[in-house]
């Protein structure tokens, strides 16, 4: 299985500010996901992040609120900006290991903002 | 637009007993995942399901997939303690593979 690193653990922020979210993965990786978990739900798909090209985002996201950087094939960030406290949330990074292996999570990033 | 429900939500069994938890979804999908979560805790890849009949088994938790009825199961066998989790269903309903719709995910609980 992929190890897969974030940074941030766990941050508390004030509203207003930005956070950014760093994902490291043991090997190169062609795509990259970024999905957000909001208390006591289920995980929901922000974006797609592969290397070389702008980020894909799902409906409901946007890039001027979740900016994602993917300088090379193993490393990606997303940035949480002008942060309210709705984006108090989880936030996890996933890759893609194949047709039969499906994807592997990070450990995520708790974030609360007050 | 792809939905994907699981039920039941909350499930609390005793040790020892079995039960199946669902997962229906609304479109044409041939990949299925099951996950589990920990509270405080990652994600955690216990099945992948390519195909119609496909069944996969690991200790107590065996998964199968019906893409006729857009339905998968994860039935639990004599039931134990350490199987107190959050259980998420996800399909993958893009041609590129990768992008998952999740379920509202099933809490399971087991008493001793």
């Known amino acids: 299985s992929a190890v897969i690193s974030q940074k941030p653990s766990r941050d508390i922020c004030q509203r207003g500010t930005s956070l950014t979210i760093q994902c490291q993965v043991d090997?190169?990786?062609?795509?990259m996901f970024w999905y957000r978990q909001q208390p006591g739900q289920s995980l929901t798909l922000i974006a797609t992040?592969?290397?070389?090209?702008?980020?894909?985002?799902e409906s409901g996201f946007v890039i001027d609120k979740f900016p994602i950087s993917r300088p090379n094939l193993t490393f990606s960030t997303l940035t949480v900006s002008n942060m309210s406290p709705e984006d108090s949330s989880i936030y996890l990074c996933s890759v893609e290991r194949g047709r039969r292996r499906g994807q592997y999570f990070g450990p995520g990033t708790r974030l609360l903002v007050l | 637009e792809l939905k994907v429900e699981q039920n039941p939500l909350f499930l609390s069994m005793q040790e020892g007993k079995n039960y199946t938890i669902y997962c229906n979804y609304s479109?044409?999908?041939?990949?299925l995942y099951w996950y589990r979560q920990d509270p405080g805790k990652s994600l955690e890849s216990l099945f992948v399901l390519l195909s119609n009949g496909a069944v996969k088994q690991e200790g107590r938790l065996m998964a199968s997939l019906d893409t006729k009825a857009r339905l998968s199961t994860l039935h639990i066998t004599a039931a134990v303690h350490d199987l107190s989790a959050t259980y998420f269903c996800?399909?993958?309903?893009?041609?590129?593979?990768?992008?998952?719709?999740f379920g509202e995910g099933t809490q399971l609980t087991v008493n001793p």
């Open positions: 479109t044409t999908s041939d990949r």
């Open positions: 090997s190169q990786v062609t795509m």
């Open positions: 992040a592969n290397q070389g090209s702008e980020a894909t985002y």
């Open positions: 996800a399909v993958d309903y893009d041609s590129s593979g990768s992008r998952l719709t």
